[in-house]
DNA sequence: CGGAAGATCCACT
DNA sequence: GTGGATCTTCCGA
């Protein structure tokens, strides 16, 4: 039997039921493996989705970049619990940022989600940026804070099962080796040795990373 | 209990 | 390229 060939909205329907969702195991592994294979992936909130463009990985207590490097605290409690779960963070007074937990409970471990490309209600986006002028092309989502507000993240969030519920990650697109970009995380040069671990990983070449690029 | 810093974003020069 | 916004979190006293 031949492939069938599905319309546009179909395969946006599909991607937004959430049918094609990740495994848990998908989680129970190091934050750079999950990191680096949540490339190419779908956020999916509601009506709303996006595809995952750039990532960071962040290892946990032996990580000094980490917010759970000196062990769990009440803001950092989640990472230590079971993988595949959100950690929602919020930073610098205004800014909500989103992660997927990793690895064993214990280790702290954790993918900061930093950017994405809209695929669906890229005008709820808009209205979700509230920017006065439309942001520039790549600019909806393009950065760990612009991704959470475009698709309406916040700490209710923290806790969360990815894996079911409103917030999700599904399968997408997948993203050859090739194509993965790899460079030092952002904002973190008070990490001593860390702070040049490659742990940023981005679709090369992509419109929606946020700066610097790689 | 005080203070400093922060896994950021935006406007302005 | 620089600085301001804005407030939670965490550490040290």
């Given amino acids: 039997m031949a492939a069938a ?3 546009i909205s179909d395969a946006i329907a599909q991607i937004l ?3 094609v969702l990740l495994a848990r195991d998908f989680y129970a592994r190091t934050a750079t493996e999950v ?5 190419g992936k779908i956020l999916v909130h509601g009506s709303v989705a996006g595809r995952i463009v750039e990532v960071e990985a ?3 207590v032996n990580d000094r970049a980490a917010h759970s490097w000196r062990g769990p605290t009440n803001r950092t409690r989640v990472t230590f619990g079971p993988p595949g779960h959100a950690y929602v963070y919020f930073i610098y007074g205004m800014h909500w940022c989103l992660n997927a937990v990793t690895g064993d409970p214990g280790e702290g471990g954790a993918v900061l989600l930093r950017a994405g490309a809209p695929v669906a209600g890229e005008e709820a986006m ?3 940026r509230r920017r006065p002028a439309p942001p520039r092309p790549g600019d909806l989502a393009g950065g760990p804070g612009k991704l959470c507000q475009a698709l309406a993240v916040d700490r209710s969030f923290d806790g969360c099962r990815l894996d079911e519920g409103s917030l999700r990650l599904t399968v997408g697109e997948p993203v050859p080796p090739g194509a993965v970009a790899a460079g030092p995380r952002i904002g973190v040069a008070y990490a001593g040795e860390a702070a040049a671990w490659p742990l940023r990983f981005a679709i090369g070449g992509c419109l929606h990373v946020s700066r610097p690029r790689i």
Avoid at 35 to 39: E, G, I, K, N, Q
């Fill in 17 to 19: 039921s959430g049918s």
């Fill in 126 to 128: 808009r209205a979700n």
């Fill in 5 to 7: 060939r599905i319309s």
């Fill in 58 to 60: 962040y290892l946990g």
């Fill in 35 to 39: 990191a680096r294979d949540c490339l």
